[in-house]
């Protein structure tokens, strides 16, 4: 079961992440280790050729970590990123950006997510992300409930 | 279907990569776009506290997505990795090594892998990696026969 | 001697670079291999604890790689990141960011920046980052005047 | 000043760092918050076409990232490898390999270094890489002597 609810973490996007704000990120499902988010599609985002700005992948891959981790440790501010990197696969289409994330570590100081961004409605893999967060001392880290199986 | 066989990279291991050879690195499944790749269990791996150490991790998720890749273009000797990232996510156990590899981008001159890394038998992710190889000019480059879905 | 100048390059960014015209990012230096870039402090970039958000970060280091990468190719518009590591070393305190930007490996398909950013004024890096830039097919690519020296 | 020796280091590379043993790789000089590790060359580190293998690059890295970790919190066993980035620049051409390695972090639980890699005598770097350790709870961590200047 998660620690942190969605309408808590989108109350703490509205008082304190206001680049999330700002773009319109939206956290759309949440489970203990995993929680996936959206960019709605704006102009604003847009590249030459019509392809969505690099940062704001980046940004919205990071906001997927952070609510990930806010699941599995409650609402903690001061958790932050310690390491993000990014590839980026295919020049996205128009459209949303939906960033699909889960934890693949959860220690007592580290937490590691793995983040895998589309295109709404499209089937390939727009950019990959993985992400360390560093947990304050003295937070309460509660198990993610379905582990990742070896084998697949 | 694999544009390499196991044979073709086993033997393109042994006259050609030495540290593959040197730490028994076994290639056990091979299809279009995936690759495992398995270390056997060694006392050389270890570092303090019975762990396995890192560069054989690092070795052995290059040597998965190299396989992979191979899957991809066939034996082109001079394909070489450019960037590689890895997170070490729980300390292994001694045993053996598991790689599962897959492409996550195949383009021209571009391919990306991501590794899954686990001691066999056991659940927990030990490492993650994600790795870029560059592709030589004038490779042929067949599709992937099973592309990632989106939402999984 | 740049490709590319400062006003080509600000003229690009107002026209095509929504991102870094909308975070006020500022090229303040430019030469062959080499870029400085200014993300002017805003409240708005705050988190909580008064530190800047990593987007801003990611974004500012992207666009100081972007800006070395065509002072080597000229102005090249669909130049694109491949790849992003970042590590946050110390949490900035309110203040403009620099990013300061080299070229560190410049082929004819790819290029690798590496930036060191601060807090101007600080002596701290607040971040590091290294990014890859793919290279349009047919680009003329120029050398860097001031290769790095081994040893230091 | 080091809170570790060269020679302490040496000892623990003999006792319990097999890898770094079994390659002949050697700590060269050490100082707070730096270190400078050379691999010598040998014919087991090639690859097609005479370049030395990418997982012998990535351990020497790792090895001068752990050496310089311990000159600033002394000879902590535990102390470990979390994330490595490599970035492979140049193929090298036969010859020694030397990674100057420097601390560009370093907190009470994460240490992250930066490491420079070079075929002895030649000016193209052949390999960029970071890397962070976790610090062991109730290390005593000494500080860096001479920490990096802005604006260079």
Known sequence: MSQATI?????LTREQLPFALAYGFRLEALDSGTATVRAPYSNEFLRPGGTI??????GLADYGVYAAVLSCIGIVELTVTTNLNINFLHRPEPGDLLAYTRIIKL????????????????????????ATYSI?????????????????
């Open 7 to 11: 309408a808590q973490i989108q109350s």
């Open 53 to 58: 700005s690099g940062p704001v992948m980046m």
């Open 107 to 130: 220690g007592k100081r580290l937490a590691v997510g793995e983040v895998e961004m589309f295109v709404e409605g499209k089937d390939e893999l727009v950019a990959h992300v993985t």
């Open 136 to 152: 304050p001392p003295g937070s309460v880290v509660s198990p993610i409930s379905k582990p990742h199986q070896a084998g697949r």
